[in-house]
């Protein structure tokens, strides 16, 4: 079992950036694969990024490609999300997710991210 808390998010005008950090306990965070998610008012949550559990691999929305870097240091049980020329739209609570037997299965509790234009 791990337990996930996101930090970093904020109030931040359009063009800007943010780091966004979830530490992790448990001494078995490097065996999750973990992910990014957002939620939008009125909207449905939607996928962000995701990396393997080594790091080798990340994948990312098309919305969000190009603009934010997902990455993790197993070192701290830290997965990083970097948003860079953010937008708008953007604007959402961002969560923490760990993926175990190929499912979401643990989830933090989210950090609010506000993009002014």
């Known amino acids: 079992q791990v337990q996930l808390a996101e930090s970093g998010g904020g109030l931040v005008q359009a063009g800007g950036s943010l780091r966004l950090s979830c530490a992790a306990s448990g001494r078995t965070f490097s065996s999750y694969g973990m992910g990014w998610f957002r939620q939008a008012p009125g909207k449905e949550r939607e996928f962000v990024a995701a990396?393997?559990?080594?790091?080798?691999?990340?994948s990312y929305s098309d919305s969000v490609k190009g603009r934010f870097t997902i990455s993790r240091d197993n070192a701290k049980n830290t997965v990083y999300l970097q948003m860079d020329t953010l937008k708008p739209d953007d604007t959402a609570v961002y969560y923490c997710?760990?993926?175990?037997?190929?499912?979401?299965?643990?989830w933090g509790q989210g950090t609010q991210v506000t993009v002014s234009s």
């Open positions: 997710a760990a993926r175990s037997n190929g499912k979401y299965g643990y």
């Open positions: 990396i393997s559990w080594n790091g080798v691999d990340t």
